[in-house]
């Protein structure tokens, strides 16, 4: 675990779009910006779950956040400039993107691999986060720095039997990391993935349904490493595939 000392409010002034920020491991990202000072963009398709955490950053007295309600299965490249337009307008300038979203599908050999669920997986998982970070990347460009986080697995870099198109999609993931990383050398904008490892979330209990979830450790507590690569410490790390645990 990254030992990551984050100080009072060294996220001020900053701006971090979180993608499914209503649960799991994307509502603990949201809320622990939020607590260093962030003004978050919290983005997913469950409004209600999106009002909570709007709720809670409101009630703690962090910067005022802002919901954009959007599934991304069927969200359209217009979808994304248009939010980037609206970011633009309100914020003038985006300092974090974590790409968190993600949809698990049904595991099992590949003889029974399902064209339809891959092709809701590969959308979610790899083209909207594409299409979204494409998008943004102006708005990402007009920040002193800025630093894209897109999210693996375990099985995102070391290929396991029966994870079928998740894990396909995870070294998609990994990919488009490598892509625009080498892109982005050398500029303002950062861009790594993290590995979350096992974590006691609603994914990680549909995959292993019968594990302990209190043998996993929480979502808040792998949040170090989401946090130091949206510090200015992290400013002249790309290209790096970290993990969280
Ligand atoms: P989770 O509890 O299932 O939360 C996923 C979030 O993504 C939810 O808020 C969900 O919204 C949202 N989402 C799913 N499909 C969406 C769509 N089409 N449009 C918009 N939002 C959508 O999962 P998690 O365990 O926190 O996972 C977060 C990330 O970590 C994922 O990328 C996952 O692959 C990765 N990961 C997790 C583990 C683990 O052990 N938990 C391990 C390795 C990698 P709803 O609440 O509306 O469904």
Redesign the pocket.
Known sequence: MLEFQAVKDFLNNKTILV????????RAAALEYAKYGATVILL???VK?LEAVYDQIVESGAPMPAIIP????GATEQNYIDMAETIEQQFGHLDGVLH????LGALGPFEHLDVSSMEDIMK?NVTAPAMMTKALLPVLRKAPSASIIF?S??VGRKGRAYWGPYAISKFATEGMMEVLADECDGTSVIVNTI?????R????AKAYPAEDPMSLKT?QEIMPTYLYLMSDDAKSVNGQKLSAQ
């Open positions: 993608t499914g920020a209503g649960d799991g491991i994307g997913g398709r469950t779950k959007l599934d991304l299965k968190n979203a993600s949809l979610i999210t697995s375990g590995n979350p490892g096992a974590t979330t609603e994914m990680r979502a």
